[in-house]
């Protein structure tokens, strides 16, 4: 097959769909999922800059929940009340009625049909690539080992001294993490138990996110998923690089305890006897970075959660800090911009045999695996690269999970699980895998697809989503 183009697909008639795996009932603890189609988390970028609720973000789900998938999970959600952008925020009261609304909407266009989570997240800070002049002269805390470096006698003319090195001087000249605040903007670690905001999170993070999960039962939500995945807190805190001595890194069963903590504290905030609210895990199957996570570790995890009562165990691989690509100055590193990043999200440009289509199926089926030898049969969600109906249904078939997420291909057509139930598979609008929405997302510019953005041509007004499926 030509990696640069999306294989010919064999679509199933009206009747074999309806007895097709990918079409039929899943439990996700006390809920019923009418069929075993996902849409995964998705930041759209169409939040306030407070993080409420918009006309244009009801738009964006109306859109997808229209499509009447098993399940929809709404993006990424802070659960601090924090200032992060266009990005929806759960952190207090305030943001319910806002989130009660997006309830209503994917319930009332999908019919009802559509089981509707939200992804609950934390971060730590990240700043942008600096100026080096303004680094060195404002940003640097001059220590007594840069005046030696530079033989100053006092900080001002140490700034001074270090600013006019060549790079490889000032590289010798500073400490590990001082270099990469230079050239790729200063990040927070779990690991830097030096600051007490940090060194605290294993006490403050289980309660963020058990209020979280109360306002989204408030809100009318069907469940949460922990985001315990890519380059944030509780997949840092899962990560092999957690080398904390304090009990809460090193090994598995230390890295594991505060997304343990934070699982079994949302499930005990929404236990409510007239209501079954789904609790579920979203993270790695693999780093995909050195001496970061491998299957292993995942499969570890995965048993962990379901043990604590995790209701679903969504994969993903990929999209860390540790490999992204150098940002321009006074931009963020991206964490999807490095080989990892190239796992998580493939494209048609992958050159290894087989990508980017289902590229991560055969590590969903090794923690599925591990699951059930252990005696659980918490359902499995896996993702990356699938775009068409026969390699979802046979993922299943296998028994490479027990759910069918898809991103971007749901980006590209929100009918296309409707038209394949329906027998019209041969009008689904496939994904390209280029990644054009991603481009996107790394600017935090509102996410479209190149499929559908200009109708019109390049020069025409973009649609902010997809149009509509003219049955």
């Avoid at 229209?66 to 943001?95: C, H, M, N, Q, Y």
Wanted: glycine share 10%; proline share 6%.
């Amino acid at each position: 097959m030509n990696r640069h183009a999306i294989a010919e697909e064999r679509w199933p008639t009206a009747e074999e769909a309806a007895g097709a795996r990918l079409f039929s009932p899943v439990r996700l603890g006390g809920r019923l999922a009418r069929t075993r189609t996902w849409v995964p988390a998705m930041v759209p970028w169409r939040a306030t800059e407070d993080g409420l609720v918009t006309p244009a973000l009801l738009d964006w789900y109306g859109r997808l929940a229209a499509g009447k998938p098993g399940v929809l999970v709404v993006e990424a959600t802070g659960v601090r009340d924090v200032p992060s952008g266009p990005l929806l925020r759960i952190g207090d009261d305030r943001f319910v009625p806002g989130l009660r609304a997006l309830c209503e909407t994917v319930r009332a266009r999908s019919d009802g049909e559509t089981l509707i989570f939200i992804q609950l997240i934390d971060f730590l800070a990240i700043k942008r690539r600096p100026d080096p002049a303004r680094f060195f002269a404002e940003f640097l805390a001059i220590t007594d080992a840069h005046r030696r470096a530079v033989g100053a006698r006092d900080d001002g003319e140490a700034r001074r001294a270090l600013a006019a090195l060549a790079p490889e001087q000032q590289r010798a000249a500073l400490t590990a993490r001082e270099w990469e605040a230079l050239q790729m903007g200063r990040r927070e670690r779990v690991t830097d138990v030096d600051a007490p905001h940090i060194r605290d999170l294993p006490r403050t993070l289980p309660p963020l996110f058990a209020a979280a999960a109360a306002r989204a039962q408030a809100a009318g939500f069907d469940g949460v998923e922990l985001h315990a995945a890519h380059a944030y807190t509780l997949a840092s805190f899962l990560s092999a690089l957690n080398t904390r001595g304090d009990g809460f890194g090193g090994a598995r069963a230390d890295r594991q305890r505060v997304p343990v903590a934070a699982l079994r504290a949302a499930r005990a905030a929404t236990r409510d006897a007239g209501r079954d609210f789904v609790v579920g895990v979203r993270f790695l199957s693999a780093e995909g970075i050195a001496g970061g996570n491998d299957v292993a570790d995942a499969a570890h995890f995965a048993v962990a959660f379901a043990q604590a009562g995790a209701d679903y165990l969504s994969l993903s691989q990929g999209g860390k800090f540790e490999d992204a690509a150098q940002p321009r100055i006074g931009e963020a590193a991206y964490p999807y911009t490095g080989p990892s990043g190239e796992a998580c999200m493939p494209t048609v440009f992958v050159t290894e045999a087989g990508a980017p289509f289902g590229r991560q199926l055969g590590a969903a089926a090794a923690v599925r695996a591990a699951v059930r030898a252990a005696g659980l049969e918490t359902p499995v969600v896996a993702a990356g690269g699938i775009t068409a109906f026969s390699l979802a249904e046979t993922a299943l078939a296998r028994g490479d999970c027990d759910i069918v997420a898809s991103a971007r291909q749901s980006l590209a057509d929100p009918d296309w699980f409707t038209k394949v139930r329906l027998g019209r598979g041969a009008e689904v609008r496939r994904c390209q895998l280029t990644n054009y929405c991603e481009a996107l997302d790394q600017r935090h510019r509102p996410i479209t697809c190149q499929l559908w953005d200009h109708p019109q041509g390049a020069g025409g007004p973009r649609l902010a989503v997809a149009p509509p499926w003219a049955r």
